[in-house]
Nanobody, 123 residues
Framework: QVQLVESGGGLVQAGGSLRLSCAASGRAFSNYAMGWFRQAPGKEREFVAAISRTGGNTYYPDSVKGRFTISRDNAKNTVYLQMNSLKPEDTAVYYC????????????????WGQGTQVTVSS
């Protein structure tokens, strides 16, 4: 089983940057594609980014494309989310999760959710 722990969230001004990390325990990390989601208060969980098992392919929704970059280091069992040009509407709790269905952006296709890390962007 893979367990995930997110870190790196915080308070940042609009236009600033943050780098989130998601550390995975267990030996099977490289067997899974990985994704990041976010959830703001009163809203549904929203897909943010995903990366293939080897890291060679990524995809993003239009809302973050060009601003966010997902990457992974399989030797360190860690996936990252670099967030640049942050906007107040990016404020949310950010979660990482694993999937066997690379290409999906549906939260139900992801599992082993971490506890999340809060990102707050002030205007």
């Amino acid at each position: 089983q893979v367990q995930l722990v997110e870190s790196g969230g915080g308070l940042v001004q609009a236009g600033g940057s943050l780098r989130l990390s998601c550390a995975a325990s267990g030996r099977a990390f490289s067997n899974y594609a990985m994704g990041w989601f976010r959830q703001a208060p009163g809203k549904e969980r929203e897909f943010v980014a995903a990366i293939s098992r080897t890291g060679g392919n990524t995809y993003y929704p239009d809302s973050v494309k060009g601003r966010f970059t997902i990457s992974r280091d399989n030797a360190k069992n860690t996936v990252y989310l670099q967030m640049n040009s942050l906007k107040p509407e990016d404020t949310a709790v950010y979660y990482c999760a694993k999937t066997m269905q690379f290409g999906s952006s549906r939260s139900k296709d992801f599992g082993s959710w971490g506890q999340g890390t809060q990102v707050t962007v002030s205007s």
